[in-house]
């Protein structure tokens, strides 16, 4: 019998910098309330799964997406603390990609924004490129994530736009691009898991599950 795992992943809740149209890279921006109960929705549609293990990146609005979900999903008590915090390991390797100069810069409306080129290696300004996030996420993933599907565990990663993207390529689901990521992050909606299935380490199928008020901030 082939060992079965399970990813599951998703962006975190709406920030005030997502209504904004904020590069919000490595700012650590709290949830809106709207965010918060798109997470508490998120929740409720990942309510079947009962996972091994739970990471979110260093971002308190990951984080914090994540122990909502979980909270909500009424299913996986098994990963609280003896205080009743929630045990979900934050992860460098899972951070937004780092917008430098442009963070808190409206990446529509902004001219040097624009102006800029949009090139899958060209860094930001004073903050990385979309291949240098890919590369440490690759990292992450090879080295924790497929480990775990190959012994049939059940995941969550609660992470960013960006990052999501980054999980699509290195699970080979995408090509790496020639344009950049960060220009086109708003089709990522807030809170919508995705699932990614495995056999014997191997990925075979995946999908995203329809969570209701959280439409793709644009």
């Not at 019998?1 to 149209?21: A, C, I, S």
């Not at 921006?29 to 996972?51: H, M, N, W, Y």
């Not at 960060?182 to 909606?189: D, I, Y």
Request: charged letters at 25%.
């Amino acid at each position: 019998m082939p060992t079965k795992g399970t990813l599951v992943l998703f962006r975190h809740g709406q920030t005030e910098y997502n209504k904004l149209h904020y590069l919000t890279g490595l700012h650590d921006v709290a949830l809106t309330p709207e965010g918060e109960e798109q997470a508490r929705e998120a929740g409720k549609c990942i309510k079947g799964f009962v996972f091994d293990k739970a990471y979110s990146s260093t971002l308190s609005r990951a984080f914090n997406t994540a122990a909502l979900a979980l909270e909500s999903s009424g299913t996986n008590n098994q990963l609280k603390n003896p205080d009743g915090s929630w045990n979900i390991e934050q992860r460098q390797e899972i951070v937004e990609a780092d917008s430098g100069d442009f963070t808190a810069r409206n990446k529509f409306t902004d001219p040097e924004i624009l102006a800029y080129p949009h090139r899958y290696d060209v860094p930001l300004p004073g903050g990385e490129s979309d291949k240098q996030m890919v590369e440490r996420v690759r990292k992450f993933y090879e080295d924790e994530l497929l480990p775990r599907m190959e012994r049939g565990e059940t995941v969550v990663v609660a992470s960013h736009s960006g990052i999501m993207v980054a999980f699509e390529i290195v699970a080979g689901l995408k090509p790496e691009p020639v344009e950049d990521i960060w220009s086109n992050r708003s089709k990522v909606p807030n809170a919508a898991p995705v699932v990614f299935e495995y056999e014997d380490g191997k990925l075979t199928h995946h999908y995203q599950i329809s969570t209701p008020g959280a439409p793709p901030q644009k």
